[in-house]
C-alpha cells in the first residue's frame, strides 16, 4: 500500500510563501500522477495542481501564476511551492497519489493545513 506524508504547512501572513512536501513510500510501480488538492471546511475536496510522471501539469485557475508544482519521479516526491498566498487559500492540503494498472487507484495524505490570516 502506498503511504504518502506530507509537511510544510502552518501559519503565514497573507503575501507569504509556504513550500508543502509529500513523499511516497511502499511504491513499487511507476506513480502516473502526484499532486495536491485542498479541502475547505464545509466544502469538497478540490484541485490545486498536479503533474505527471512525463511532466504535463494541471492547475486550478484559482492558483496558476501563484503556485508552482514540481516533481522528482525518481525519489516519489512531489513539492508545491505557494507564494503570494492569500486568505482564501487557507485548507488543508492532501498530497495525491494516483497510480493506473487495471483500474485508477488513488492514494492520499493525511493531510497538512495551511492558514493564510493577519
Known amino acids: 500500500q502506498v503511504h504518502l506524508v506530507e509537511s510544510g504547512g502552518g501559519l503565514v501572513q497573507p503575501g507569504g510563501s509556504l513550500t508543502l512536501s509529500c513523499a511516497a513510500s511502499n511504491v513499487y510501480v511507476g506513480i502516473n500522477s502526484m499532486g495536491w488538492y485542498l479541502q475547505a471546511p464545509g466544502k469538497q475536496r478540490e484541485l490545486v495542481a498536479t503533474?505527471?510522471?512525463?511532466?504535463?501539469?494541471n492547475y486550478a485557475d484559482s492558483v496558476r501564476g501563484r503556485f508552482t508544482i514540481s516533481r522528482d519521479n525518481a525519489k516519489n516526491t512531489v513539492t508545491l511551492q505557494m507564494n503570494n498566498l492569500k486568505p482564501e487559500d487557507t485548507a488543508v492540503y492532501y498530497c495525491?497519489?494516483?497510480?493506473?494498472?487495471?483500474?485508477?487507484?488513488?492514494?492520499w495524505g493525511q493531510g497538512t493545513q495551511v492558514t493564510v490570516s493577519s
Open positions: 495525491n497519489a494516483r497510480i493506473v494498472i487495471i483500474r485508477v487507484n488513488d492514494y
Open positions: 503533474m505527471t510522471s512525463g511532466g504535463m501539469t
